[in-house]
């Protein structure tokens, strides 16, 4: 079994899609699938290349965006794709973009299966131009969406149940597999470190960006009892920094904060690190897939607040109970669930070790068996 993982780049840090793909590739090769990457170049000329190169797309005048988003579109080459289309049993296609679409149409004319994965909402891709809130661009989108790329799929990867009800609705044609893109799991099982005092911290991790409102965590604190004992630390790079640090440090200056909030990008090993030390991990987004960094926090042995009562919000099923929900419009509930931790901490240090072992149950080891058995469905 052959599969082509086709994306547009599998080497850009802080991209969930990137990582997904990454995860994915090293655990079906060490499960013993021959698997190829189609996708755009890796800029570090020291980094590892993909398979099949294709040099990066430019747009003229969004390319800021699209670079501060973290995202990099890969220029079209027919000669490249369909070598790598030719090589394929089966694609994998990871965005519903451009180059999908040339290795849909050529792989139909071969007659290779394709099976593909939903990673974004058609409001991740509008929402920084902005249009994210516009019905009928959303319509628009999702039906060419389905159409020219879904519809022509044998099976697609559902990351949630919340993803594979939203394609139930708008009628998507092919197999749904409820398959979660997985996180690295130790094989020692971790042991969560209690807190030992000191300022509270607080992580938000992710994109900095209007769909993932990493500003409602400070909003949240001016209404928080305990906002001057909290230590905020947003780990992520995006287009809303600058805004982030001007909030920041308002609400220090307004004496709602002690702490300066901290804004950093770490690598993976610095991330686990920081998870570590930390005391609660919110995610705040209105629509997310899955929400891997609050996962992967969430195994370190911190207990979550995640937004919910959103049928885009897929992150909400890591949730044990209520204690660690809050409607996904409401700033006052979320610094009542931020107190309630704080105001236990017993309570919190117990439940930090249960979603630690908890998360054992995401691995991207499960999820690989899942994977190869809907590629064995395709053929």
Request: aromatic share 8%.
């Amino acid at each position: 079994m052959k599969i082509l993982y086709i994306c547009n780049n599998i080497s850009l840090p802080g991209n969930g899609i990137c990582t997904s793909a990454q995860n994915f590739c090293a655990a079906l090769r060490e499960a013993g699938v021959d698997v190829r990457v189609l996708a755009g170049e890796n800029k570090d000329p020291d980094g590892i290349q993909p398979d099949y190169r294709l040099k990066r797309f430019h747009f003229p005048i969004f390319q800021p965006i699209i670079d501060a988003n973290g995202f990099s579109y890969a220029a079209l080459d027919k000669k490249v794709i369909r070598e790598a289309v030719e090589w394929a049993d089966i694609i994998h296609c990871e965005e519903p973009l451009f180059l999908q679409r040339s290795a849909i149409k050529m792989a139909e004319k071969m007659g290779k299966s394709i099976v593909g994965t939903f990673h974004l909402y058609t409001q991740n891709l509008l929402s920084e131009i902005p249009l994210a809130n516009s019905a009928l661009m959303n319509k628009i989108l999702i039906w060419a969406w389905k159409t020219r790329h879904y519809n022509h799929m044998s099976d697609i990867q559902c990351p949630t149940e919340v993803v594979k009800a939203h394609l139930e609705r708008n009628g998507f044609k092919a197999r749904l597999h409820v398959i979660s893109n997985g996180i690295n799991i130790p094989r020692e099982p971790v042991v969560a470190k209690p807190y030992q005092g000191g300022p509270f911290r607080i992580i938000l991790v992710g994109r900095f960006a209007s769909i993932k409102r990493p500003g409602m965590l400070l909003e949240a604190m001016k209404y928080s009892s305990h906002a001057r004992e909290i230590q905020i630390t947003f780990a992520g790079t995006g287009v809303l920094e600058k805004k982030l640090r001007r909030y920041s440090d308002k609400l220090v200056k307004e004496g709602v904060l002690q702490y300066m909030p901290e804004i950093v990008f770490l690598d993976k090993a610095s991330l686990k690190e920081l998870a570590r030390n930390s005391y609660l991990v919110v995610h705040v987004a209105s629509m997310e897939v899955e929400g891997l960094g609050c996962a992967e926090a969430i195994r370190e042995g911190t207990v979550p607040v995640i937004a919910q009562d959103n049928k885009y919000i897929g992150t909400a099923g890591f949730a044990l109970d209520d204690r660690s929900l809050f409607p996904y419009d409401d700033t006052r509930e979320l610094a009542r669930r931020i107190d309630w931790w704080i105001e236990h901490p017993e309570e919190r240090n117990r439940m930090a070790q249960v979603y630690a072992d908890t998360a054992r149950n995401w691995s991207i080891e499960n999820s690989t068996r899942k994977l190869i058995e809907m590629y064995e469905k395709t053929k």
